[in-house]
């Protein structure tokens, strides 16, 4: 195909989605292997792809029948893991990431997909795609493996921003229950802030603010306020959505990834210690090998952008196939629900709850 036609859109459940594929760790060929894993098994993706024609073109002819599933849109610009946000917005025209944007913004696309450089995707989107009506700071929600039926707990935000105040924190309340309807199917999620401590006098005072506002807006929200959750109640089964602000969220992000590995590489080093342990290992290998995938983070790779006039997926920047193929059913998965949409409908909500809290405490 050549970057001038469109996306063919075959019928009302077909997804197009626009891949940024470069920045990422492993280069474009791993977006490409991605690509290709997904489109084997869901014959409803299009996507349109951005980077060097040339190159992308050549690892695209070598997928069977992928080259009919994509457009290629020529942008030679990259934008690396060192380049800065504000370099970005300033010289970020004319790169992959930038071009990928504009493919949602300009309706060719459902939703963006990108493993580069976080803080100049969410400036770009921002600009590009701009902040939905009533939403001071946007959010990063991810999906974090747990005791639920379903297996996954969304949190948020894990890195868009470092503050949050009592309303922002309403507002990611509301997003991530949107999230959880759409993303997880679940009727009313149960709401949890994250917190040094269950009781009620403990943290900050915006913390204690955002208790009573997420509390008292549960029943317009739709969503059950469980109250202040901790740390270990971020994996459990007592909680769908942990709310906190960028800062906690990300150190809390990157220490369950980091913990994760440190589980497989001390599992592999217990059971390659002796002979008899590799017996072990051998007898347990199915049991080991569904340990694995539970808490492999390729799995359930993908970090949402919500707040915005467009969905954003951002994929780990060494995201290998596994994990960019996570990321395109995530984003399949929000396109098919009309996730940006609903997210815009809830945020409006948001919007008008919150200045009525303010009414009510200025009265």
Known sequence: MTATQNPERTDARTVTLSIDAMGGDRGPSAVIDGLALSAEKNPDIRFVVHGP??????LIARKRGLAERCIVRDAAGVVSMEDKPSQVMRHGKGTSMFSAIDAVRNGEADVCVSCGNTGALMALSMVRLRKLPGVNRPAIAVLWPSRNPMGFNVMLDVGADIRADEEDLLQYALMGASYARNGLD??????GLLNVGTEEHKGRAEMKAAHDLIEANADAGNYDFVGFVEGGDIPSDKVDVIVTDGFTGNIALKTGEGTASLIRSLLKEAFEYSFLSKIAALLALTSLKRLQKRIDPRRVNGGV????????????GSADSTGVSAAVKLAFQLAQSGFTNKLAARVASAATLAQDARNINDN
Do not use: D, M, W
Request: aromatic share 4%.
């Open 53 to 58: 024609a040339a190159e992308l073109e050549q």
């Open 305 to 316: 952008f919500l707040g915005l006039n467009g969905t954003v997926v951002k994929s780990h």
């Open 186 to 191: 679940l009727a009313r999620p149960r709401i």
